[in-house]
């Protein structure tokens, strides 16, 4: 069983910088990328940031310029570099992988409280 290991949120003041991080026990062989969500109080669970396993990435208009995703393929550990954070990106973030046969598979969630 995959298991996602999250780390790193808080609380920081508007325009403050957080880093995510998102390790995973082992990256299967059908497994193609990992994601970021963030989930604001009483809304629905969203798309934040991607990446695939050869590096490829995408991110919501919301959040391009201000964050940046990467990976750590010899770790399987994935960040989130979030900066020139807003209030309104406050939330659970959490962290996903897809994979084509298996899964999908959820970090634990971690805690983004900005304040203005």
């Known amino acids: 069983q995959v298991q996602l290991m999250q780390s790193g949120g808080g609380s920081v003041d508007a325009g403050g910088s957080l880093r995510l991080s998102c390790a995973a026990s082992?990256?299967?062989?059908?497994?193609?990328?990992m994601t970021w969500q963030h989930q604001a109080p009483g809304k629905e669970r969203r798309f934040v940031s991607g990446?695939?396993?050869?590096?490829?990435?995408t991110s919501a208009d919301s959040v391009k310029g201000r964050f940046t995703i990467s990976q750590d393929k010899d770790k399987n550990t994935m960040y989130l570099q979030m900066n020139s954070l807003r209030p309104e990106d406050t939330g659970m973030y959490y962290c996903?992988?897809?994979?084509?046969?298996?899964?999908?598979?959820w970090g634990q969630g971690t805690q983004v409280t900005v304040s203005s």
């Open positions: 082992e990256y299967p062989l059908d497994c193609y990328v």
């Open positions: 990446i695939k396993r050869d590096g490829g990435s």
């Open positions: 996903k992988l897809t994979c084509s046969h298996t899964g999908p598979y």
